[in-house]
């Protein structure tokens, strides 16, 4: 009976997610016939596979930030091809982080035609350089999107394209429970939570976290038993606890994260998928983000979309508060957040839920789930029969 080998390629948290996902599927589906190689972080790793490199090293933000990590960037992009090229693997699976993963496409594709290359998360054309579009149609066998309204802008040119679904939706977050989450970790049973999600990148947190303590001293002035809790990576706890200086609660593993969305009352988040996660736990949420001021400005001229949050593009309108660049301030956050605070802001509150909830049934594939709907396209790809 054959053996199927995978490359997956996965370059960042968000990626890491989606990449152990699909590692599950697919070991449902294909049981011990299928082997994992490439790149992933801890959830990749828990499933299975062994990271030719810290994934760490590519996680970048930002179009000045990235300049001074060219040179690493580029020992791993041939590191990558290399192993490919050793390995011959029967489908090559790259995950998001187009800045690394489309490179390794288009040099992969000039030197080996026989191993089909599928991009899993489209990049998002809909928002910037429309071109993008054209471009990975030249290197790309399959794309298989998140969003869907993604379709159609690689279909006209020409690329494979499948919409399988979020997988957010996956995670059942408005049905957890976990009534120790408070005792485990100390916190009063009265005491409002307020959840900080200041990105996945040493650059996100070294700007937003600041940012951010000084919103909570501000919102702790009028609402002093705010409690405030800080989902994040393993690595990056001695920076945030560097920087970070007033009580709070650090959780690092995926179930504590979840947990901490349903005793939350409020969350205050760096720009990204976690905005889904936060929608689909019903956590009200205001989202800010701010990046390094060359990098504003080339975005500025770049960006055709009016919203920076997914539940917002979903929904075609600010379900969510977003307060962006000279908006992230102190001031303005705690303005947008005081009100999740205030009893008499109620109705308002359930209206936001409503929409967000209304927004991740958006993400609904039209069969099985995400990550199954990926796995059926992936051996569907590489020939699988049975």
Not at 235 to 240: G, K, P, Y
Not at 264 to 276: C, K
Not at 296 to 303: A, E, N, P, W, Y
Request: with cysteine; proline share 7%; net charge positive.
């Amino acid at each position: 009976m054959k053996r199927y080998t995978v490359f997956l390629s996965a370059g960042e948290p968000s990626g890491d997610f989606l990449g152990g996902q699909l590692m599950k599927a697919l070991k449902d589906q294909l049981g011990d016939r299928v082997r994992f190689v490439g790149l992933g972080g801890s959830l990749m790793a828990a499933e299975g596979l062994s990271s030719l490199f810290p994934i760490e090293e590519l996680s970048i933000m930002g179009l000045a930030e990235i300049i001074p990590h060219i040179r690493r960037i580029r020992n791993h992009i041939q590191e990558t091809i290399k192993a490919i090229e050793e390995i011959r693997p029967d489908i090559v699976v790259t995950i998001d982080s187009p800045g690394f993963n489309f490179r390794v496409g288009k040099i992969l594709k000039k030197r080996t035609k026989s191993i089909p290359l599928v991009h899993y998360v489209a990049p998002s054309v809909w928002a910037w350089r429309p071109g993008r579009a054209r471009s990975v149609a030249q290197f790309l066998d399959h794309l298989l999107v998140l969003l869907p309204f993604e379709p159609p802008y690689f279909i006209k040119e020409g690329l494979a394209t499948t919409y399988v679904g979020h997988p957010v939706v996956e995670l059942g977050l408005d049905q957890l429970n976990d009534p120790t989450f408070r005792k485990r970790h100390k916190i009063r049973a009265s005491a409002p939570i307020l959840t900080l999600l200041p990105g996945s990148r040493r650059g996100e947190i070294t700007r937003l976290l600041p940012i951010f303590q000084e919103t909570v001293i501000r919102l702790q002035q009028k609402f002093p038993d705010i409690h405030v809790v800080i989902p994040t990576l393993p690595h990056l706890v001695d920076q945030i606890k560097a920087q970070f200086t007033l009580p709070v609660t650090i959780v690092t593993a995926p179930l504590e994260k979840f947990a901490t969305y349903k005793e939350s009352q409020a969350a205050l988040a760096a720009s990204g998928t976690v905005s889904l996660e936060l929608a689909a736990a019903g956590v009200p949420m205001v989202i800010a983000y701010k990046v390094n001021a060359i990098t504003h400005f080339l975005l500025r001229c770049l960006v055709k979309v009016k919203y920076a949050c997914l539940v917002n593009l979903l929904m075609n309108k600010e379900v969510v508060p977003e307060r962006l660049q000279g908006d992230c301030t102190p001031e303005k956050l705690t303005a947008a957040l005081e009100g999740f605070f205030q009893t008499q802001k109620s109705d308002s509150l359930n209206a936001m839920k409503i929409k967000m909830q209304e927004a991740i049934q958006k993400l609904r594939p039209p069969a099985s789930m995400p990550s199954v709907c990926a796995t059926w396209q992936i051996c569907r790809i590489m020939g699988v029969t049975d």
